[in-house]
């Protein structure tokens, strides 16, 4: 299991940018920066070095540890899934590469594809203080779809927190873009809203029609059984850097990440396990806890007088497979 945690390499990268710069004027950035996403106007913010250097720090840490969450439950079903190469879409500072990189230790090739200069710009100069990612790394600057269709397939292809800032036409067609050049999986991560869940269930149906599977999280490769309102998510707890919590402007040393995600491969996985879709109840009498199964969503109680069972049931977390 990869730790959610920014790498130190990362950590030091980001710590020695800041140097020099008012974290009082990073923090009005980074603050500009997410009032413009949660308004839903993209990175369109993100102009400078310092505006990218300041989203960075107050957004990479989470959407990392959310790419990681991701990539530990599709390594838990796929754990011979060993990809050489990697295409990392709207990629930002390079947050899912630097995920991928401490997650797949047989990662060898990495293309970056995104339409933003400053973020581009900081992603080169974090990786190029990694003595893994500075030799094998290119970053194209440009329109996700066009650089896409060019690119040459990868084993790995990753969207993390990228198809949001698309309109529905560009986020189908950039879909079966990034799905001809999956040699083996897509993974695409959104934020744990109901809208970044339908995001998902939506790219999730286009792709299993064109002949995709499920890795993760779905036990099947069904329709979704949940109902409106409710919707499928997962959370993800990360530390709290000085900088980190100097540029949010918080105290509390940890923060969670709430993401929506799927993993979807050319190749069949049998007999894939149920997953738990919130943080089960743990009552005096029994545990409840909500799963997704191969037939449909249930609830399962473990009486306490099942002793074995409970201890077991009492290990579950939000998310796991079961
Ligand atoms: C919220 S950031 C996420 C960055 C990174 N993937 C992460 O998880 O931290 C979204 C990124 O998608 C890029 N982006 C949005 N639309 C794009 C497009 N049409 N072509 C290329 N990049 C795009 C933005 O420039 C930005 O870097």
Sequence with gaps: MTSPDLPAELRAALNARLEGLSRSDAAGRAAIISQTYREGGGS???????????????????????????????????????????????????????????AFSSLQAFTLLDANVALRTLALDLTRRSDRLRRITSYELGQARTYAAHAEAADLVIASYLINELNDAERDALTDVMWEKTRDTLLVVEPGTPAGYARIIALRTRLIAAGAHVIAPCPHDGACPLVAPDWCHFSQRLQRSRAHKQVKGADAPFEDERFAYVALSRARVEDRPARVLA????????????????????????????????????????????
């Design 279 to 322: 943080q089960p109840d743990v009552g005096k009498v029994e545990i409840a806890a909500k799963l997704c199964t191969p037939d449909g969503i249930v609830v399962a109680k473990v009486p306490r007088r099942a002793k074995a069972d409970y201890a077991r049931a009492r290990r579950w977390r939000w998310g796991d497979t079961v």
């Design 44 to 102: 369109s913010t993100i102009k400078t070095e310092t505006d990218a250097l300041a989203y960075a720090v107050a957004r990479m840490p989470a959407t990392y540890a959310a790419v990681v969450a991701s990539l530990n439950a599709l390594s838990e079903i796929r754990p011979d899934f060993a990809p050489a190469s990697l295409l990392d879409v709207g990629a930002g500072p390079g947050t899912a590469t630097w995920a991928a990189a401490e």
